[in-house]
T-cell receptor
Framework: IAGITQVPTSQILAAGRRMTLRCTQDMRHNAMYWYRQDLGLGLRLIHYSNTAGTTGKGEVPDGYSVSRANTDDFPLTLASAVPSQTSVYFC???????????FGSGTRLTVV | GQNIDQPTEMTATEGAIVQINCTYQTSGFNGLFWYQQHAGEAPTFLSYNVLDGLEEKGRFSSFLSRSKGYSYLLLKELQMKDSASYLCAVLDSNYQLIWGAGTKLIIKP
């Protein structure tokens, strides 16, 4: 089934630890995105990539890094997790300009 | 700054009609999306408007007025499964989606 796979689906992480959230799509979409969703704040863009080999910062990039070595994969890394990074993280992709986004099922991350 | 406003929560009765409003102020406009998100799940695409007017898709319709910076999502013949959050999002001049905080719709029998 075509779509986006996020791994893990949930994780409890000790503060200070490093963590990589994985995102893989099989739709050959050029653009990929990482969002966090917190109650009452809606979806906030962390980082994005318009095409393989390029990345950009979104609204809330601090504490996070991404890479886009190929079209399919777009991992999000927390170098040293803090409790304020407790959130639900969604990866999304689109074909490019003017198209809707397809979302992964999300990763629920708790930093303690 | 960029801003999208929609009501936090709405309640409606099964079988009735509900209209969810969205107003926006963004740097540029390349279309407006509505997404549905059930609790604990990912957002799913409902509609896309780039020209003024009404787009109808089954029980759901979406309206856009670019001059007023306004859109609404109309849900008819409400069903219990329509209980969800509805997210309004605008594609800005950089083709980035700017999201509203979402409207939680509660359907009562």
């Amino acid at each position: 089934i075509a779509g986006i796979t996020q791994v893990p689906t949930s994780q409890i992480l000790a503060a200070g630890r490093r963590m990589t959230l994985r995102c893989t799509q099989d739709m050959r979409h050029n653009a990929m995105y990482w969002y966090r969703q917190d109650l009452g704040l809606g979806l906030r863009l962390i980082h994005y990539s318009n095409t393989a080999g390029t990345t950009g910062k979104g609204e809330v990039p601090d504490g996070y890094s991404v890479s886009r070595a190929n079209t399919d994969d777009f991992p999000l890394t927390l170098a040293s997790a803090v409790p304020s990074q407790t959130s639900v993280y969604f990866c999304a992709s689109s074909e490019g300009t003017g198209d809707g986004y397809t979302f992964g099922s999300g990763t629920r991350l708790t930093v303690v | 700054g960029q801003n999208i406003d929609q009501p936090t929560e709405m309640t409606a009765t099964e079988g009735a009609i509900v209209q969810i409003n969205c107003t926006y102020q963004t740097s540029g406009f390349n279309g407006l999306f509505w997404y549905q998100q059930h609790a604990g799940e990912a957002p799913t695409f409902l509609s896309y408007n780039v020209l003024d007017g009404l787009e109808e898709k089954g029980r759901f319709s979406s309206f856009l007025s670019r001059s007023k910076g306004y859109s609404y999502l109309l849900l008819k013949e409400l069903q219990m499964k329509d209980s969800a959050s509805y997210l309004c999002a605008v594609l800005d001049s950089n083709y980035q989606l700017i999201w509203g905080a979402g409207t939680k719709l509660i359907i009562k029998p």
